[in-house]
């Protein structure tokens, strides 16, 4: 799995993310989850979203992407990041 998009610098806008999953499975699902809350889930193995700026807490925030396969093999790809006002 992929997550392009992030990075671990301060920012002060939105922020938009790219993510491409692959495995030789079908894929079940993919998760979203912003520090600790699920914001959207999906089954496609590619595609994008935004994180909007008001969302963000100031200091340290944590973005997971978790992907489940048909089997239940879970896979979770984790990037933090910085909110500056």
């Known amino acids: 799995m992929r997550l392009t998009g992030i990075s671990g610098r301060c920012t002060g806008a939105d922020l938009r993310a ?3 999953v692959r495995d030789s499975s ?3 699902a993919v998760a979203i989850y ?3 809350r699920r914001s959207s889930r999906t089954k496609d193995d590619r595609f994008g979203f935004r994180i909007p700026f008001a969302r963000l807490r100031p200091g340290a925030n944590r973005l997971a992407v978790v992907a489940v396969d048909r089997p ?3 896979f ?3 990037q933090r990041f910085m909110r500056c006002s």
């Open 72 to 74: 239940g093999n879970r």
């Open 18 to 20: 790219r993510v491409r």
């Open 26 to 28: 079908p894929l079940r």
């Open 76 to 78: 979770t790809v984790t």
């Open 34 to 36: 912003l520090n600790g």
